[in-house]
């Protein structure tokens, strides 16, 4: 089965305790990205990677690193966690441009909280 | 910069069409997709458009216009399980083979028996 998964589903924290957020797609897609989400704001992007250790900035990258050693795993790590990155993160997969699908897969989403 | 407009919110009863509209500003645009979630689900993909006009699946229809910068997403025979979240989504390569993809805020849609 096509599938993004992510680990942990739900995770407290305190501020400042490093926290890695896992990503796995079993697709062989070039393309990852996490998102974040936060009521009315939408779906804001993070950080996206287009294969095995080429990364770059999304629209709200600050606080955030990744990493891309192999194709299938795209983790996400929080170094130092603050409150204001509560919230509801999902990891996606996708092929490239050349001749599609276009379809982006998701995760089921990690709610982190963070007191 | 891109930037995606979509209401926020709409309602409509059981059985009836509506429509849910999405203009956007980009550069590098190469098409147009729509995707749904669920309360505090993952959103799931519905319907892609690179080419004007309008595409059919089942009760939902996207329709896309690139010389008006415009879309829409078009529900019919509405149900009860069609109340979500609906994101309009641009794919733009801005030079890249892969392409980034730029989601708008959302439309939530409630549906009324």
């Known amino acids: 089965e096509a599938q993004v998964t992510q680990n942990p589903r739900y995770l407290i924290t305190v501020t400042g305790k490093k926290l890695t957020v896992t990503c796995s797609q079993n697709?062989?897609?070039?393309?990852m990205s996490w998102y974040r989400q936060d009521p009315g704001l939408g779906l804001r992007q993070i950080y996206y990677?287009?294969?095995?250790?080429?990364?770059d900035k999304g629209d709200v990258p600050e606080g955030y690193k990744v990493s891309r050693k192999e194709k299938r795993n795209f983790p996400l790590i929080l170094e130092s966690p603050s409150p204001n990155q509560t919230s509801l993160y999902f990891c996606?997969?996708?092929?490239?441009?050349?001749?599609?699908?276009?379809?982006?897969?998701f995760g089921p989403g990690t709610r982190l909280t963070v007191t | 910069g891109q930037s995606l407009e979509q209401p926020s919110e709409v309602t409509a009863v059981e059985g009836a069409i509506v429509q849910i509209n999405c203009t956007y500003q980009?550069?590098?645009?190469?098409?147009l997709s729509w995707y749904q979630q669920h309360d505090g689900g993952a959103p799931t993909f519905l319907s892609y458009?690179?080419?004007?006009g309008l595409e059919e699946t089942g009760r939902f229809s996207s329709f896309l216009s690139r010389s008006d910068s415009y879309g829409y997403l078009l529900l019919q025979e509405l149900q009860m399980k069609d109340s979500a979240s609906y994101f309009c989504?641009?794919?733009?390569?801005?030079?890249?083979?892969?392409?980034?993809?730029?989601f708008g805020r959302g439309t939530q849609l409630t549906v009324w028996p």
């Open positions: 697709m062989n897609h070039e393309y």
């Open positions: 996606a997969s996708r092929q490239g441009l050349a001749g599609g699908p276009y379809e982006q897969y």
């Open positions: 989504a641009v794919l733009a390569d801005r030079g890249s083979t892969l392409g980034r993809l730029y």
């Open positions: 990677s287009m294969n095995v250790e080429v990364t």
């Open positions: 458009n690179a080419l004007d």
């Open positions: 980009t550069s590098g645009f190469y098409g």
